[in-house]
């Protein structure tokens, strides 16, 4: 397929904006970009795409993100809202996970999955919890994301939250489906190991997940400092900070994943440095939950790759970028910090890095090589285009509301705004039954 007449941004380690450009893919890989007068006159049997008026860009990743959290859009739980970051994880979010069945799951991935294709997302990270149907639960998230097309890792998340039985339920379903990833690969799925956080896992249970994970030769993602009940937790229980826990039980390493690390010090941040843990920043959900902000310049500074996750909330990584753009000047009183080129980083550069453990050819950038991982915008600037200004085109101009096509692997998703492989009409008028027995079932717990 030769996608021509678009504006393409490149990305990659030299980002260029290509006026009149055009990408080349044959199967599952670009081949070439350049000028569409250039690949027409050298591929003039190639069959075409029009994107005159578009944006041609890579499709966006999320680093971190829960597929299971999607029906809780609108419950309204009876009593006084939650006052903190725990009680919105006792009232809402672990009541939620365990009224979950595996169809549950498997519909709730779903809307998430068809939410990712409307909006140029073609690459997450999932982190999955439903304590009352463990077994297989990775396998009914798999399959959705085999039937829309994206590329996603999958984990299990551990904790001793539910008891002994609970946590080794936990570990098994995240070895089995490792296991099984090894024997039977898929070109779009990957696995890590999944566990909660560091104030719900106790040290047994850290030992257990080591050993098995270090067998598989797999990292790690785990909630970090989301909160500073984790902290508070860990030195209490432990004496040491939850980095230096993590450090010192050997969970942390270039293909671990520290998500949130708001509440960590310059001790921590030299750790997960020295380690080449990757973090991934959520500032929409930090902000919802009020729990914080993140350092993300000073780990930055550091050299430590933070990505771009959304912890749950829409898969418009536009709006992510948007909102990190934002935070980081209102925090810092300055609107110098986090201008629209460090934001593009985080948000490809970045990001490609970290699916870089699970998926050996590039995402995130359009380049000879790379994954035909391809989104197109309408967009028609009133101002130039230039490869100085194209971070704030982006900020300022675009949203994932404009994204027309989605292409993953080369599989087209969606053309002209029309999902191509889901029903989405039928998969939201099952979910919305789904969740009605959900929300009857988070309603009958105590």
Not at 168 to 188: D, L, Q, S, T, Y
Not at 321 to 340: C, E, Q, S
Request: charge should be negative.
């Amino acid at each position: 397929m030769l996608i021509t007449n678009g504006t393409v941004f490149t990305f990659g380690d030299s980002p260029r904006v290509i006026p009149g450009g055009a990408v080349l893919y044959e199967d599952d890989t670009i081949v070439e970009v350049g000028s569409t007068a250039d690949l027409v006159a050298r591929y003039p049997q190639a069959e075409t795409l029009d994107a005159t008026d578009k944006i041609v860009m890579p499709g966006l990743a999320c680093g971190h993100t829960h597929f299971y959290g999607a029906f809780a859009r609108g419950m309204a739980i009876p009593g006084q809202p939650p006052a903190n970051f725990v009680e919105i994880l006792e009232r809402l979010w672990w009541k939620i996970d365990r009224a979950l069945t595996l169809e549950d799951s498997y519909y709730s991935a779903l809307v998430c999955l068809v939410d990712a294709i409307r909006h140029g997302t073609t690459t997450l990270i999932d982190h999955h919890a439903s304590p009352n149907a463990i077994e297989g639960s990775l396998d009914s998230v798999a399959q959705a994301v085999k039937e829309t097309g994206v590329r996603a890792s999958l984990c299990y998340e551990v904790t001793d939250r539910n008891g002994d039985t609970g946590a080794k339920a936990g570990i098994a379903e995240n070895v089995r489906f490792i296991r099984e990833m090894k024997i039977e690969p898929h070109p779009r799925l990957a696995a890590s190991f999944g566990l909660h956080a560091s104030f719900t896992v106790s040290d047994r249970t850290l030992a257990h997940c080591v050993a098995e994970a270090r067998d598989l030769g797999v990292g790690f993602h785990i909630h970090v400092a989301e909160d500073k009940a984790d902290q508070r937790d860990s030195l209490k229980e432990y004496g040491l900070r939850v980095v230096e826990r993590l450090e010192k039980r050997g969970l942390l390493g270039p293909k671990t994943i520290a998500v949130h690390c708001v509440h960590i010090d310059a001790f921590e941040m030299d750790i997960l440095r020295d380690t080449r843990t990757h973090v991934t920043h959520q500032p929409r959900s930090n902000m919802n939950n009020a729990v914080g902000v993140a350092d993300v310049p000073g780990m930055l500074r550091r050299g430590i790759n933070v990505a771009l996750g959304n912890d749950g909330f829409s898969n418009n990584m536009f709006t992510e970028m948007h909102v990190t753009y934002l935070l980081h000047k209102i925090n810092a009183g300055d609107p110098r910090v986090m201008p629209g080129d460090t934001v593009m980083r985080i948000a490809f550069d970045n990001n490609t890095q970290l699916a870089n453990v699970f998926w050996p050819r590039p995402v995130g950038v359009l380049e000879p090589g790379a994954a035909a991982d391809i989104i197109l915008l309408d967009y028609y600037p009133f101002t130039p285009i230039t490869d100085g200004n194209y971070p704030w085109h982006i900020i300022f101009g675009m949203d994932g509301s404009r994204v027309t096509h989605t292409i993953c692997d080369g599989q087209m998703l969606m053309k002209d705004r029309q999902l191509l492989t889901v029903d989405e009409a039928a998969v939201a008028a099952t979910a919305t039954e789904r969740a009605k027995d959900v929300w009857r079932r988070v309603m009958d717990m105590k």
